[in-house]
């Protein structure tokens, strides 16, 4: 298994490398990094969607009673590709001059697999913290109002909601995706262009699953509790309070931010009459 692994990251080394050989290499690296992001969002987007023409799947769907309109899949469909070539595709090519510039290796060998995996793992958690933050941040009223409220529009979240986003969102929380990459390189000088890749991927997969709406017996929570995934999120988009993690539990855990619902709501009623017996 092992060995096979290893021949297989060295054959994509050489394919990687070979892309480069006599072409401009910004241009390489752009269309690279747009193609692995598209291609990663509809592929895993993907299952979920055919989910939900199998009617054994709908069980495992954990807002049955909202019904999901073609319409909202257009409508979502449309806004994302123009988010992903007229936002995204711009700061995509802004994918090399900022690795040359922080010295990331491109067309240099690959670095092993588990510094690879440790990259990845470390982005991981620091976009899971940065989320947590900015993304309660963009609950706060002015900001919720004219930036968060567009990804809010489906309360019931289907795959590809995942990136249906204002810009200035996509802007802001997009930084934490890449904060991890630049922290790393900044801060050990060694950073190789595909660790970024294969944790950009990492991301893309998380943001489709939690956006998902569907909760399997075989989802990564199951083994993972820590993990936040569908469960987590969908109650993020039904109550719009609450859960603001990006990937894992600990941070909502630690701030009580993931205290149900209904725990919320009892204590604002609480509040409210504890003022009127004031009055
Ligand atoms: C957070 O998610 C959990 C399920 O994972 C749910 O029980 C809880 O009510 C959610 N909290 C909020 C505030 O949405
Ligand atoms: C779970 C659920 O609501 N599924 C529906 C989603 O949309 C398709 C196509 O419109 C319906 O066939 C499903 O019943
Ligand atoms: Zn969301
Ligand atoms: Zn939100």
Redesign the pocket.
């Known amino acids: 298994m092992e060995a096979w692994i290893e021949t297989n990251y060295r054959g994509l080394e050489a394919w990687w490398q070979s892309l480069y050989v006599g072409r401009n290499e910004m241009l390489v690296l752009t269309i690279a990094a747009f193609t692995m992001h598209q291609v990663t969002y509809f592929l895993a987007a993907l299952p979920y969607f055919l989910c939900d023409f199998i009617p054994s799947m709908h069980k495992y769907k954990i807002q049955r009673n909202k019904p999901n309109t073609t319409e909202n899949y257009w409508k979502c469909l449309r806004y994302l590709l123009f988010s992903q070539f007229f936002i995204q595709l711009p700061l995509e090519i802004g994918f090399h001059p900022i690795a040359r510039f922080f010295g990331m290796g491109i067309t240099e060998p690959f670095p092993p697999i588990t510094k690879m995996l440790s990259q990845v793992a470390f982005c991981l958690v620091f976009e899971d913290f940065y989320h947590y933050v900015f993304h309660s941040l963009l609950h706060y009223g002015p900001f919720y109002k004219n930036i968060h409220k567009i990804h809010h529009e489906f309360q019931a979240p289907f795959a590809i909601v995942g990136e249906y986003a204002h810009p200035l969102e996509t802007l802001i929380l997009g930084l934490g995706t890449i904060g991890g990459p630049l922290l790393l390189v900044v801060a050990t000088g060694d950073l190789h262009i595909i660790s970024v890749f294969a944790w950009i991927s990492v991301r893309i997969v998380q943001e489709i699953d939690a956006h998902s709406g569907y909760d399997f017996p075989w989802s990564l929570r199951r083994f993972l509790p820590f993990v936040?995934g569908a469960?987590?999120h969908d109650?993020?988009h039904?109550?719009f309070?609450?859960?603001y993690s990006s990937t894992f539990?600990w941070w909502?855990w630690i701030f009580g931010?993931?205290?149900?619902?209904n725990q919320?709501k009892a204590k604002v009623a609480a509040e409210e009459s504890a003022a009127k017996k004031l009055e």
């Open positions: 936040g469960d987590f109650f993020h039904m109550n309070l609450g859960n539990r909502d931010t993931d205290a149900s619902y919320w």
